[in-house]
């Protein structure tokens, strides 16, 4: 117990400054921590945002160029190849002319102007095969269904020419199909060879098409065609035809029928054995065939080069179409290719 008139010995409370508040601070920094805090409340934010995305299109475009650049490279690289590999080819497959062979031609498909089995295609191979001193012989490969009457007879009588000049054998092979037009080729051949089950022969001449004017008159449909000239629409789907049509047309199909018939008659000579049927259009098994002298004799083409032409080396002349022709005729050519057909399929046909 202390006396009341002396000082308390227990040391005295110390006295601190008020302690800073810390939660108030000047407005700049504030502003900053609010922004480090939510980066949206950042003046500006927007535009950096955008100009991230606007760096990220533009990128994405130059990404996008940079791989059709690539792909086209590719593919131009790839066309070189090929070019080059299909050129390589060529040279490799005659680089031994001079030597005895068989020259080979083929004659497939479709037999019309601007095909594989055209006549200026067909004619050229012909003669570049029989140009080469070390062709033996010529072997026309054939598998055809026919095709145009003009084209055939452009080959038939190139055939008869060719083989007065350079006097050397032409030969034909059949392997599914020789018919109608095809047929037409075959015959100016020095002999026909053909297997046992091949189609030989429909000595004929078409000329098809469709009307529609009993089904347009129940359509109600009204065919509106001017022409100068009677008979100018004469091969119109959607106009009647006369009779005086149907008969000039029928005189111009019998006339290129006989012109189909000489060229067998002369090219087969007394090996032919006509029958009533021989030229009305009928096609027959390649027996059948050289029973009627339509054909020679059973063979192949390796038959005849071995056994014939005594000859084995087979070498093929055929003419196509080179890559850059190709492109040009499928990315160039497709212009008015419909009234092309349309057209063709109106005129004779032999098939």
Known sequence: MTEPNQPSTSPPEPKYPPAPNLWKESAPDSEARSADANPTNAPGWERSVLEKLAFAALEEQRSARRWRTFSRLGWLALFVVLAWFLMER??????????????????????????????????????????DNGSQALVLLINSPGGSPVQAGIINDEIVRLKAKHKKPIYAVVEETCASAAYYIAAAADEIYVDKASIVGSIGVLMDGFGFTGTMEKLGVERRLL???????????????????????????????????????????????????????????????IDLGLADRLGSLDFVAREVVKAE?????????NVAERLVKRFGASIGAGAARTLQTALPQLR
């Open 313 to 321: 080396e087979l070498i093929d002349y055929t003419r196509r179409d």
């Open 227 to 289: 022409t100068a000239g009677e008979n100018k629409g004469f091969l119109d789907p959607f106009s009647p035809q006369t009779e005086r049509q149907r008969e000039f047309a029928q005189t111009m199909l019998d006339q290129i029928h006989q012109q189909f018939i000489t060229a067998v008659k002369t090219g087969r000579g007394a090996r032919l054995k006509p029958t009533p049927d021989t030229f009305s259009g009928l096609f027959w098994t390649g027996q059948q065939a």
């Open 90 to 131: 060529d040279a490799t497959a005659t680089h031994n002319k001079s030597a005895p062979h068989t020259a080979v031609v083929n004659i497939k498909g479709e037999i019309a102007a601007g095909a594989e089995a055209s006549a200026e295609l067909v004619v050229a191979a012909m003669r570049a095969a029989l140009e």
